[in-house]
Protein backbone atom coordinates (compact mmCIF):
# COMPACT_ATOMS: atom_id res chain seq x y z
CA UNK A 1 0.00 0.00 0.00
CA UNK A 2 1.67 3.15 -1.11
CA UNK A 3 2.29 5.96 1.37
CA UNK A 4 0.56 8.38 -0.83
CA UNK A 5 -2.93 6.42 -0.97
CA UNK A 6 -2.73 6.57 2.70
CA UNK A 7 -2.67 10.36 2.55
CA UNK A 8 -4.69 11.15 0.23
CA UNK A 9 -7.32 8.35 1.46
CA UNK A 10 -6.87 9.26 5.06
CA UNK A 11 -8.90 12.62 4.29
CA UNK A 12 -11.15 11.03 2.31
CA UNK A 13 -12.58 8.02 4.69
CA UNK A 14 -13.07 11.24 6.93
CA UNK A 15 -16.44 12.05 4.18
CA UNK A 16 -16.94 8.22 3.88
CA UNK A 17 -15.92 4.67 5.90
CA UNK A 18 -12.42 4.32 6.88
CA UNK A 19 -10.76 4.42 10.48
CA UNK A 20 -8.14 6.55 9.20
CA UNK A 21 -7.97 10.46 9.31
CA UNK A 22 -8.18 13.43 7.58
CA UNK A 23 -5.00 13.99 4.97
CA UNK A 24 -5.05 17.09 2.95
CA UNK A 25 -6.50 18.07 -0.46
CA UNK A 26 -2.51 19.70 -1.26
CA UNK A 27 0.70 18.05 -0.63
CA UNK A 28 1.92 21.75 0.35
CA UNK A 29 -0.31 21.99 3.46
CA UNK A 30 1.83 19.72 4.91
CA UNK A 31 4.21 21.34 7.54
CA UNK A 32 5.77 20.32 10.63
CA UNK A 33 3.56 20.67 13.89
CA UNK A 34 4.77 23.82 16.42
CA UNK A 35 5.73 21.26 18.92
CA UNK A 36 6.69 17.98 19.34
CA UNK A 37 4.43 15.49 20.64
CA UNK A 38 4.45 14.75 23.97
CA UNK A 39 2.95 12.08 26.71
CA UNK A 40 0.16 12.75 28.63
CA UNK A 41 0.98 14.83 31.26
CA UNK A 42 -1.02 17.67 31.99
CA UNK A 43 -3.80 18.09 34.75
CA UNK A 44 -6.48 20.86 34.56
CA UNK A 45 -8.73 21.45 37.41
CA UNK A 46 -12.01 22.86 37.17
CA UNK A 47 -12.90 25.79 38.71
CA UNK A 48 -16.05 27.29 40.32
CA UNK A 49 -16.54 30.10 38.18
CA UNK A 50 -15.90 27.45 34.92
CA UNK A 51 -18.94 25.15 36.15
CA UNK A 52 -21.14 28.27 36.50
CA UNK A 53 -21.01 29.08 33.01
CA UNK A 54 -23.90 29.10 31.02
CA UNK A 55 -23.49 26.13 28.35
CA UNK A 56 -25.12 24.71 25.47
CA UNK A 57 -25.65 20.46 25.22
CA UNK A 58 -25.48 19.30 22.11
CA UNK A 59 -26.02 15.48 20.33
CA UNK A 60 -22.72 15.17 18.55
CA UNK A 61 -22.04 12.43 15.87
CA UNK A 62 -21.80 9.47 18.15
CA UNK A 63 -24.83 10.23 19.95
CA UNK A 64 -23.10 11.77 22.79
CA UNK A 65 -25.06 14.44 24.75
CA UNK A 66 -22.00 16.70 24.73
CA UNK A 67 -22.25 20.53 27.50
CA UNK A 68 -20.54 23.00 25.71
CA UNK A 69 -19.82 26.55 28.33
CA UNK A 70 -20.84 29.82 26.43
CA UNK A 71 -19.73 31.94 24.97
CA UNK A 72 -17.04 29.79 22.61
CA UNK A 73 -14.27 31.89 22.60
CA UNK A 74 -11.76 29.75 21.44
CA UNK A 75 -11.85 26.76 18.86
CA UNK A 76 -9.68 23.81 17.91
CA UNK A 77 -10.26 21.95 14.85
CA UNK A 78 -9.25 18.15 14.56
CA UNK A 79 -10.10 18.02 11.02
CA UNK A 80 -10.16 20.35 7.46
CA UNK A 81 -14.11 19.15 7.34
CA UNK A 82 -14.51 20.58 10.87
CA UNK A 83 -11.89 23.39 10.63
CA UNK A 84 -14.14 24.68 6.91
CA UNK A 85 -17.60 24.11 8.67
CA UNK A 86 -16.29 26.61 11.64
CA UNK A 87 -14.93 29.10 9.10
CA UNK A 88 -18.48 28.85 6.80
CA UNK A 89 -20.18 30.09 10.44
CA UNK A 90 -17.89 33.27 10.44
CA UNK A 91 -15.74 31.55 13.27
CA UNK A 92 -12.26 32.05 11.58
CA UNK A 93 -11.53 34.55 14.17
CA UNK A 94 -11.89 32.13 16.79
CA UNK A 95 -10.02 29.38 15.87
CA UNK A 96 -6.48 29.19 17.58
CA UNK A 97 -5.29 25.57 16.45
CA UNK A 98 -5.85 23.17 13.97
CA UNK A 99 -5.25 19.85 12.33
CA UNK A 100 -2.05 19.70 10.08
CA UNK A 101 -4.03 19.16 7.29
CA UNK A 102 -6.40 21.91 7.13
CA UNK A 103 -5.61 24.39 4.48
CA UNK A 104 -8.84 26.13 3.81
CA UNK A 105 -9.74 29.22 3.73
CA UNK A 106 -6.28 30.38 3.05
CA UNK A 107 -7.10 32.37 6.85
CA UNK A 108 -6.39 29.14 8.65
CA UNK A 109 -2.48 28.87 7.43
CA UNK A 110 -0.97 30.84 9.84
CA UNK A 111 -2.68 29.39 12.52
CA UNK A 112 -0.57 26.51 15.03
CA UNK A 113 -0.96 22.46 14.17
CA UNK A 114 -1.46 20.70 16.81
CA UNK A 115 -0.88 17.42 15.23
CA UNK A 116 1.52 14.71 12.87
CA UNK A 117 0.53 13.74 9.97
CA UNK A 118 -0.14 10.51 11.49
CA UNK A 119 -2.36 12.44 13.51
CA UNK A 120 -0.58 12.36 16.54
CA UNK A 121 -1.89 14.93 19.07
CA UNK A 122 0.31 17.15 20.89
CA UNK A 123 -2.26 17.43 24.12
CA UNK A 124 0.05 20.22 25.91
CA UNK A 125 -0.16 22.48 23.80
CA UNK A 126 -4.38 22.15 23.47
CA UNK A 127 -4.09 22.78 27.10
CA UNK A 128 -2.31 25.56 26.85
CA UNK A 129 -4.87 26.83 24.16
CA UNK A 130 -7.57 26.82 26.73
CA UNK A 131 -9.77 26.07 24.20
CA UNK A 132 -13.67 26.50 24.63
CA UNK A 133 -14.58 23.14 22.41
CA UNK A 134 -12.52 20.89 20.38
CA UNK A 135 -14.71 19.40 16.80
CA UNK A 136 -12.94 16.37 15.80
CA UNK A 137 -13.76 14.32 13.16
CA UNK A 138 -16.45 11.09 13.10
CA UNK A 139 -13.01 8.89 12.65
CA UNK A 140 -11.12 10.48 15.02
CA UNK A 141 -9.21 7.72 17.44
CA UNK A 142 -11.43 7.14 20.37
CA UNK A 143 -8.44 7.23 22.41
CA UNK A 144 -7.72 11.18 20.84
CA UNK A 145 -11.45 12.26 22.32
CA UNK A 146 -10.55 10.52 25.99
CA UNK A 147 -7.26 12.24 25.91
CA UNK A 148 -8.77 15.76 25.49
CA UNK A 149 -11.83 14.88 27.50
CA UNK A 150 -9.75 14.15 30.47
CA UNK A 151 -8.05 17.58 30.45
CA UNK A 152 -11.51 18.97 31.14
CA UNK A 153 -11.95 19.97 27.44
CA UNK A 154 -15.52 19.25 25.95
CA UNK A 155 -14.91 17.23 22.23
CA UNK A 156 -17.66 17.39 20.19
CA UNK A 157 -17.71 15.02 17.38
CA UNK A 158 -19.13 15.91 14.06
CA UNK A 159 -19.74 13.42 11.65
CA UNK A 160 -19.69 9.97 11.59
CA UNK A 161 -17.73 6.74 10.05
CA UNK A 162 -20.02 6.96 6.60
CA UNK A 163 -20.95 10.38 5.30
CA UNK A 164 -23.76 11.94 2.80
CA UNK A 165 -24.61 15.40 1.42
CA UNK A 166 -27.36 14.60 4.37
CA UNK A 167 -25.41 14.50 7.04
CA UNK A 168 -22.99 17.10 6.00
CA UNK A 169 -25.95 19.41 6.32
CA UNK A 170 -26.65 18.08 9.63
CA UNK A 171 -23.00 18.21 10.71
CA UNK A 172 -23.00 22.44 9.52
CA UNK A 173 -26.33 22.79 12.36
CA UNK A 174 -24.25 20.94 14.93
CA UNK A 175 -21.48 22.81 15.01
CA UNK A 176 -24.43 25.86 14.45
CA UNK A 177 -25.43 25.10 17.47
CA UNK A 178 -22.30 24.46 19.33
CA UNK A 179 -21.00 27.83 18.56
CA UNK A 180 -23.96 29.62 18.67
CA UNK A 181 -24.50 30.22 15.01
CA UNK A 182 -27.77 28.83 14.46
CA UNK A 183 -28.94 31.69 12.16
CA UNK A 184 -25.72 31.26 10.03
CA UNK A 185 -26.13 27.44 10.37
CA UNK A 186 -29.96 27.22 8.76
CA UNK A 187 -28.92 29.79 6.14
CA UNK A 188 -25.97 27.84 4.65
CA UNK A 189 -27.37 24.39 4.79
CA UNK A 190 -30.65 25.89 2.80
CA UNK A 191 -28.46 27.67 0.12
CA UNK A 192 -26.28 24.61 -0.33
CA UNK A 193 -29.73 22.11 -0.62
CA UNK A 194 -30.99 24.19 -3.06
CA UNK A 195 -28.23 24.31 -4.78
CA UNK A 196 -28.02 21.02 -4.81
CA UNK A 197 -31.20 19.92 -6.19
CA UNK A 198 -30.57 22.40 -9.08
CA UNK A 199 -28.08 20.63 -10.31
CA UNK A 200 -29.27 17.11 -9.49
CA UNK A 201 -32.45 18.43 -11.48
CA UNK A 202 -29.95 19.33 -14.61
CA UNK A 203 -28.74 15.96 -14.98
CA UNK A 204 -32.30 14.13 -13.99
CA UNK A 205 -33.21 13.62 -17.70
CA UNK A 206 -29.88 12.95 -19.33
CA UNK A 207 -29.56 10.51 -22.15
CA UNK A 208 -26.82 8.71 -21.01
CA UNK A 209 -24.68 8.18 -17.82
CA UNK A 210 -21.04 8.27 -18.71
CA UNK A 211 -18.90 5.50 -16.79
CA UNK A 212 -16.35 6.61 -14.89
CA UNK A 213 -13.35 5.39 -13.53
CA UNK A 214 -12.05 7.29 -10.12
CA UNK A 215 -8.58 6.90 -10.05
CA UNK A 216 -7.58 8.03 -6.45
CA UNK A 217 -4.01 6.71 -6.14
CA UNK A 218 -1.87 4.96 -9.31
CA UNK A 219 1.25 4.63 -7.44
CA UNK A 220 1.01 1.23 -8.91
CA UNK A 221 -0.08 1.83 -12.45
CA UNK A 222 -1.34 -1.92 -12.82
CA UNK A 223 -3.23 -1.86 -9.81
CA UNK A 224 -5.06 1.95 -9.01
CA UNK A 225 -6.82 2.46 -6.16
CA UNK A 226 -10.50 4.01 -7.31
CA UNK A 227 -13.92 3.92 -5.19
CA UNK A 228 -16.51 1.52 -4.56
CA UNK A 229 -20.51 1.76 -3.91
CA UNK A 230 -20.11 2.68 0.19
CA UNK A 231 -17.91 6.05 -0.93
CA UNK A 232 -19.31 9.87 -0.20
CA UNK A 233 -17.70 10.20 -3.70
CA UNK A 234 -19.85 7.10 -5.06
CA UNK A 235 -22.44 9.37 -4.00
CA UNK A 236 -21.19 12.67 -5.85
CA UNK A 237 -21.02 10.34 -8.81
CA UNK A 238 -24.66 8.92 -9.03
CA UNK A 239 -26.21 12.75 -8.21
CA UNK A 240 -24.14 14.15 -10.89
CA UNK A 241 -25.44 11.49 -13.73
CA UNK A 242 -22.57 9.78 -13.75
CA UNK A 243 -22.13 5.48 -13.40
CA UNK A 244 -19.20 4.24 -11.23
CA UNK A 245 -17.94 1.34 -13.05
CA UNK A 246 -16.95 -0.29 -9.64
CA UNK A 247 -20.45 -0.23 -8.05
CA UNK A 248 -20.53 -3.75 -7.82
CA UNK A 249 -17.51 -4.33 -5.45
CA UNK A 250 -17.63 -4.96 -1.46
CA UNK A 251 -14.88 -2.35 -0.38
CA UNK A 252 -15.37 1.02 -0.42
CA UNK A 253 -11.82 2.08 -1.58
CA UNK A 254 -10.42 -0.91 -3.55
CA UNK A 255 -7.74 -1.50 -5.42
CA UNK A 256 -7.99 -2.77 -8.71
CA UNK A 257 -6.30 -4.56 -11.83
CA UNK A 258 -5.84 -3.01 -15.11
CA UNK A 259 -7.56 -5.98 -16.08
CA UNK A 260 -10.95 -4.92 -14.42
CA UNK A 261 -10.22 -1.53 -15.81
CA UNK A 262 -10.33 -2.43 -19.16
CA UNK A 263 -12.79 -4.91 -18.92
CA UNK A 264 -15.69 -2.17 -17.71
CA UNK A 265 -13.95 0.29 -20.52
CA UNK A 266 -15.19 3.42 -18.91
CA UNK A 267 -16.02 6.10 -21.37
CA UNK A 268 -14.55 8.90 -18.40
CA UNK A 269 -11.63 8.64 -15.94
CA UNK A 270 -11.37 11.30 -13.16
CA UNK A 271 -8.09 12.24 -11.37
CA UNK A 272 -8.35 12.52 -7.73
CA UNK A 273 -4.53 12.27 -7.56
CA UNK A 274 -4.13 14.91 -9.70
CA UNK A 275 -3.04 16.77 -6.37
CA UNK A 276 0.46 14.53 -6.62
CA UNK A 277 1.08 15.72 -10.09
CA UNK A 278 -0.72 12.70 -12.00
CA UNK A 279 -2.09 14.43 -15.43
CA UNK A 280 -4.40 13.11 -18.50
CA UNK A 281 -1.11 13.55 -20.67
CA UNK A 282 0.73 11.08 -18.10
CA UNK A 283 -2.45 8.87 -18.32
CA UNK A 284 -2.04 8.85 -21.93
CA UNK A 285 1.28 7.22 -21.89
CA UNK A 286 0.70 4.44 -19.29
CA UNK A 287 1.56 0.34 -20.48
CA UNK A 288 -1.79 -1.31 -21.17
CA UNK A 289 -4.14 2.11 -21.27
CA UNK A 290 -4.45 2.98 -24.33
CA UNK A 291 -7.02 0.65 -25.21
CA UNK A 292 -9.41 2.00 -22.51
CA UNK A 293 -12.16 4.44 -24.20
CA UNK A 294 -11.48 7.22 -22.20
CA UNK A 295 -8.09 7.43 -23.14
CA UNK A 296 -8.78 6.74 -26.68
CA UNK A 297 -11.21 10.06 -26.87
CA UNK A 298 -9.26 12.01 -24.23
CA UNK A 299 -11.94 11.89 -21.83
CA UNK A 300 -9.26 11.78 -19.11
CA UNK A 301 -10.21 14.90 -16.12
CA UNK A 302 -8.09 15.77 -13.31
CA UNK A 303 -10.36 17.23 -10.16
CA UNK A 304 -9.98 19.08 -6.99
CA UNK A 305 -10.20 16.66 -4.57
CA UNK A 306 -10.62 18.87 -1.76
CA UNK A 307 -14.14 19.92 -2.47
CA UNK A 308 -15.19 16.46 -3.55
CA UNK A 309 -13.54 14.48 -0.40
CA UNK A 310 -14.11 16.87 2.70
CA UNK A 311 -17.50 16.51 4.14
CA UNK A 312 -18.13 19.93 4.66
CA UNK A 313 -19.96 23.63 2.59
CA UNK A 314 -17.56 22.77 -0.27
CA UNK A 315 -19.04 19.94 -1.14
CA UNK A 316 -22.21 21.39 -3.32
CA UNK A 317 -18.67 22.75 -5.50
CA UNK A 318 -17.72 19.31 -6.05
CA UNK A 319 -20.94 18.06 -7.22
CA UNK A 320 -20.89 21.33 -9.83
CA UNK A 321 -17.24 20.30 -10.69
CA UNK A 322 -18.09 16.76 -11.71
CA UNK A 323 -21.48 17.73 -13.01
CA UNK A 324 -19.21 19.73 -15.54
CA UNK A 325 -17.12 16.78 -16.56
CA UNK A 326 -19.95 14.59 -17.08
CA UNK A 327 -21.95 16.73 -18.89
CA UNK A 328 -20.64 19.61 -20.30
CA UNK A 329 -23.69 20.01 -22.48
CA UNK A 330 -25.44 21.02 -19.19
CA UNK A 331 -25.86 24.76 -18.47
Known amino acids: ???????????????????????????????????????L????????????QPSVTVMDGLGR???????VVHIISLAP?????????????????????SDYPLEVGTLPK???????????????????VVFAAGITAPDVIAAIEKLGIPVVVVGGVNSS??????????????????PEATTLTASMQGEWDVLVAKVADVPTKPTVFWELDATDIAKPYTV??????????????GTNIFADVTDAYPQVSLEQIVSKAPDTIILADSIWGVTP????TRDGWSTIPAVKTGRVFPIDDSIVSRPGPRVVQGLAAVVAILHPEVK
Do not use: H, W
Open 228 to 241: GPDSFVAELLGAAG
Open 114 to 132: ITNPDMSVNYEQIAALEPS
Open 165 to 182: FASVLTDINLVGQAIQRV
Open 65 to 71: SVSIPQP
Open 1 to 39: MSKRFLVLVAFIFAACAAPITNAPSEPSAVVEPTAPIPT
Open 41 to 52: TVEVQTSATAEA
Open 81 to 101: STTEIVASLDGTSRLVAIDIY
Open 281 to 284: EAVA
